[in-house]
C-alpha cells in the first residue's frame, strides 16, 4: 500500500466554500501537505478550471494567482488513468451507484492503495471507501501564499466541485 493522499476537485475548491467549517477543513489539509503533496486525477483539475472558469473574469483573477502558486508550491502529481483504472471504474461492483467521474477517482485511489481526501456528499456518504479524516481547524498558510489565498476568497464555490 502506497499511503498516497489522492485528492478530488471538490477538496480543492472547498478551501474556497462558501461553508467555513468545508473551506476551513479543505484548507487545513493544504496547509498540513504543503510539503509532503498529494495526487490529483488530471481528470479532477481539469473539473477545478470548468468550475472556476463559470465565473465572472474578476473573480477568475482574483482566484488564479493562489492556485497557479499552490501548484507550484506544493507537489502536487497530476497524474492520468491507467487501463486499470479504466477498467475498475467500469466493472468493479463496489463503485456502482457513483458518477463516472467517482468511479474513475475512487479507481485510480483503490488500485494506487491510496486514501481519497474530498468533500464530495457523494462519497463522503459512503462508509466502504478509503477516505481521510478533515480535521475543522483554522490554519494558514506561509506567506506569501496566505496572503494570495485571501485574496481568492472572493470567488466563493457552494461547498465544492
Excluded at 463496489?94 to 486514501?115: D, K, P, Q, Y
Aim: proline residues 5%; charged residues 25%.
Amino acid at each position: 500500500m502506497s499511503g498516497e493522499a489522492i485528492i478530488d476537485a471538490s477538496l480543492f475548491m472547498a478551501m474556497n466554500s462558501k461553508d467555513e467549517a468545508t473551506r476551513r477543513r479543505g484548507k487545513a489539509f493544504f496547509v498540513a501537505r504543503l510539503a509532503t503533496g498529494a495526487v490529483m486525477p488530471l481528470e479532477q483539475v481539469g473539473a477545478c478550471d470548468d468550475l472556476v472558469w463559470g465565473y465572472s473574469r474578476a473573480e477568475q483573477d482574483a482566484y488564479y494567482p493562489f492556485m497557479d502558486v499552490l501548484h507550484t508550491e506544493m507537489k502536487i502529481d497530476r497524474i492520468g488513468y491507467t487501463e486499470e483504472d479504466l477498467k475498475r471504474a467500469l466493472e468493479s461492483p463496489e463503485l456502482a451507484g457513483l458518477s463516472l467521474r467517482n468511479r474513475l477517482t475512487v479507481a485510480v485511489v483503490l488500485n494506487r492503495g491510496g486514501t481519497l481526501y474530498t468533500v464530495d456528499p457523494e462519497l463522503t456518504a459512503r462508509d466502504d471507501l478509503p477516505l481521510g479524516e478533515l480535521p475543522d481547524v483554522e490554519s494558514a498558510f506561509p506567506q506569501p501564499l496566505e496572503g494570495l489565498y485571501k485574496q481568492s476568497l472572493v470567488l466563493r464555490v457552494g461547498g465544492g466541485a
